[in-house]
Structures are given as C-alpha cells and as structure tokens.
C-alpha cells in the first residue's frame, strides 16, 4: 500500500521509510509540512505518518487542512511532546493514533496495519475472501490451506485490491500501491502481475472491467 511519511529528521525518517519499504509499502517521504499538504492534495494514500514538529506549516496545520477537505485518510501522528494535552489536542484536530519518539518499528508497523484494517471497516488481521488468507503482518498467502508464494509486488497488488473488495480500482491506483514518487512505472507492470495473480489464484478472482480498472468482489458472508 502506498504511505505518506511526513517527517524532518533524517535518521528516524530514513530508518522508518527502509522498515516500511522491507515490508513492500510504496513510500512517499516528505520533509515539511507544505509538502505534505501538496502531496495530500495530489495523491491517493492508505495512510498517512506525520510528525507535529515541522519546518514551514506545523503537522496539526497539516492534519486541520487535511480533515477540512473531507479527507478520512487515517492519520498516525509521531512526536516527541508527550504531555496528555498535546495527545488530546491532536486526537481532537484528526489524527487516528498517537505514538511518542523514540518508539519501535515494529509498534509503529502494527499501529499503521491496525489503522488501515479500522479504516476498511476490518476487526481481523487476515484478509479473506473464500478459501484464500492474506495476513499483512507475516507477508503469507494460503489458498485452500497450502501456502502460495508471491513475488513483492504481486503481493502488493493482491492486498490492495482484497483491501478494496467491491471498489473497482483503475491501473493507476493500483500503480500507486507499487511504486512512490519518482518510481519509474513500467507501462504494462500491473497486467503482468494480475495475469500471475490470476495464475496463482484462480482465474475468477480478479475480475477486469473493461476499460475502467479491476475488481475483486466482495467475499460471500461467512467467507
């Protein structure tokens, strides 16, 4: 999935771009707040991380803006003020989550994972559909109980579009979740790896809606 990591320190932003990029995020890194405003208004994230303490419009601006816009784009703030008051003044601007430096990448990995699931309407880590499971977490896919092994970026593709069950989502949506900014997108990447998803998983999991994008039904209740 694509993430917006807004954050002006070199070191941690670097640290935490690489541990989300292990686990195949696409990862947009913006250094102050006017450019992650920009960049909220351009793109189409699944998350965003923003530190409060920014160089040219401070991160509350940022997420005030962002949630005047109507956009829910869950937010996980990181920030060195650990006082109650600045936690509440930040939960009440917007923001989903808090977490207070120095913190754990792996935290920081399980609060973003539980943000999108909340955001998708999901309680459970898997995402199912069928007889097929998909845990973010661990990177696995099982179909029918045997595991199936999937390139990064055809995991990528899955996720997004068992995330999106019931949207139609178009190539360049899909295209986001693979590559950042600045990624050089190779025309015909997403066909390739819906055709070894298809391959892989069953022909009728992944459905093509001519001439607008690609579609993974909703899973029938119970499955």
Known sequence: MRILLVEDDPLLGEGVRAGL?????????????????????????????LDLGLPRLAGLEVLR????RGDATPVLVLTARDAVADRIEGLDTGADDYLVKPFDLGELKARARALVRRAAG??????????LVVDPAAHTVRLGGAPVE?????????HELLRNAGRVLSREQLEDSLYGFGGEIESNAVEVYVHRLRRKLGAGLIKTIRGVGYLVEKAARGG
């Open 21 to 49: 990029a292990q686990d195949d995020h696409a990862v947009d890194w913006v250094r102050d707040g006017a450019a992650a405003d920009a960049a909220l208004r351009a793109g189409r994230f699944a998350l965003v991380i």
């Open 65 to 68: 803006a962002q949630r005047a």
């Open 122 to 131: 999901r309680g459970a880590p898997e995402l199912r559909h069928g007889d």
């Open 150 to 158: 999937l390139s990064p970026s055809e995991f990528a593709v899955l």
